[in-house]
């Protein structure tokens, strides 16, 4: 049964007349027993329950009893049930059933083993996650609130607490929970939030949505962008001491870059931190358009990550097998064979490593050719004295001409507030935010640039490209038109 209630049209209520007087290990809700305690939240707690019939094990979650009272939370509760349901993906936790009875309203879901991205995160060193398995979790993660998003549902409150790992055939396998605040945004039966009412977690809300405006699917782009921003980093982009200070750094700050490495101090790449970073842009326009673009460049990432790791395999398994050919052939007693046994096993090296998937490229990015290894020229071991192989004339390769230098001039731009989208509009190119030191070609020209943040008004100015300079511009807020009554 998936979604059913006792009635067929609302909550089930058989079985039930009267709450339990307290809730715990051993009490009874319907047909499920309550076995231990998973976790609780702000609006209920989730237990390990089993059927007392069927002895199969589900997540129970039970809404707080203090909200209980309150139609307009239960029906955001049990919303929860609705929105999953109608979603139906894998990636989603699964509800197969809710309850409400007097005093009493509580979830029936699949039970989940493993662990949340916050518990993993919790670790240290070489067991902070790598980077291809941020990646593949996260595409994930953007499968469902693709699915979510094209039912006209916004999570509206991702974090590291509501994405729960576990495995599948023994690889990871992310599943979203705790749709509980999730908007339906053409609702028509009149449970939608209200527009104006902020919910959600603040460390992880976008922009519009921490100052009550209206959100769309791009609002979970932006909470994409801080759980990946976290994944990173080990922090998340924006803190402050208070709510109010927290909204002014998400309105008008830029996010800090991105450190050069993880926690587990491996290499960030950077089409992975220009796609953290796209997430984190302050109008929702300058984001990915959708959670489905936004995995495509997290899987670009995973695929290069893997290929990168079974070409350095494939070489290192190569070299080794083409030394070990070249000490027996020696060993052997017959050194007129060494070069051509080693140069036909180096042959089959170069030929492996062609054959190897080359990393994938991102859109937009320059191809990089592959990596061939170079002809065999180093010394092998040999009974008597060393010997060096002579290299192949047929593999040498001729030395690239050095690329000439390019002259350039340094623009130093700044703006009050700071965090503008720097862009150079002779070209169409965006140089980056203020405050930024920005090189480009010199040439005897003035270009102009526009300096834009939102709500402000855009400033447009000139620069001599003719040697270093910069500016620094004052932006006016946007003025409001009065109303007329």
């Known amino acids: 049964m998936k979604g059913t209630t006792a009635s067929g049209s609302g909550p089930a209520t058989e079985g039930f007349r009267t709450a339990p007087a307290e809730i715990g290990p051993g009490s009874e809700l319907g047909s499920w027993r309550l076995v231990s305690l998973l976790g609780e939240g702000a609006m209920g707690r989730v237990w390990r329950g089993e059927h007392v019939r069927l002895g199969r094990a589900a997540a129970i979650k039970v809404l707080n009893p203090e909200y209980v009272a309150r139609p307009d939370v239960v029906q955001r509760f049990f919303r929860e049930a609705r929105v999953v349901n109608d979603v139906d993906h894998e990636h989603i936790v699964e509800v197969t059933d809710f309850v409400e009875a007097p005093?009493?309203?509580y979830l029936v879901m699949e039970l989940l083993e493993g662990e949340s991205l916050r518990a993993i995160m919790k670790k240290r060193g070489r067991r902070w996650p790598p980077v291809r398995r941020i990646a593949t979790l996260m595409a994930q993660v953007c499968d469902a609130l693709e699915a979510a998003h094209a039912k006209g549902v916004v999570h509206r409150d991702l974090k590291p607490d509501n994405v729960f790992v576990v495995s599948r055939r023994g690889e990871d396998f992310a599943k979203v929970l705790d749709f509980g605040v999730a908007k339906l945004r053409d609702a028509v039966d009149g449970t939608a939030t209200a527009t104006g009412m902020i919910l959600g977690t603040p460390l992880y809300m976008a922009p519009e949505q921490a100052t009550g405006r209206e959100v769309d699917s791009r609002a979970d782009v932006w909470a994409a962008g801080v759980v990946l921003y976290e994944l990173l980093s080990g922090s998340v982009p924006f803190r402050a001491d208070g709510f109010v200070e927290l909204v002014t750094k998400l309105r008008e700050e830029p996010p800090p870059p991105l450190p050069p490495r993880t926690p587990r101090r491996e290499r960030i790449p950077p089409d992975l931190a220009a796609a953290t970073m796209r997430c984190l842009e302050k109008r929702p326009s300058d984001r990915f358009r959708s959670m489905a673009a936004l995995g495509e460049a997290l899987r670009v990432v995973g695929k290069a990550k893997a290929a990168g790791r079974s070409r350095r395999i494939v070489g290192a398994v190569?070299?080794?097998?083409?030394?070990?050919?070249?000490?027996?052939?020696?060993?052997?007693?017959?050194p007129r064979r060494v070069a051509a046994a080693a140069e036909a096993a180096w042959r089959s090296v170069q030929a492996l490593v062609r054959r190897t998937p080359a990393p994938a490229v991102p859109p937009g990015a320059p191809a990089t050719p592959a990596r061939i290894p170079p002809p065999l020229s180093a010394p092998l071991p040999a009974p008597a004295a060393p010997a060096r192989l002579p290299e192949p004339a047929h593999l040498a390769r001729p030395a690239a001409p050095a690329a000439p230098a390019v002259a350039t001039v340094e623009?130093?731009?700044?703006?009050?507030?700071?965090?503008?989208?720097?862009?150079?509009?002779?070209?169409?190119?965006?140089?980056?935010?203020?405050?930024?030191?920005?090189k480009v070609a010199r040439k005897a020209a003035v270009v102009w640039i526009r300096l834009s943040l939102d709500g402000y008004d855009p400033v447009k100015f000139a620069v001599s490209l003719k040697k270093d300079g910069g500016a620094n511009v004052a932006l006016h807020r946007v003025a409001r038109k009065a109303v007329k009554r």
């Open 103 to 105: 005093g009493l309203a």
């Open 318 to 334: 190569a070299v080794a097998a083409v030394l070990a050919l070249a000490a027996a052939a020696l060993a052997a007693g017959a």
């Open 411 to 438: 623009l130093n731009l700044r703006s009050t507030p700071p965090g503008a989208v720097i862009e150079r509009l002779d070209t169409g190119q965006r140089l980056g935010r203020t405050p930024s030191r920005v």
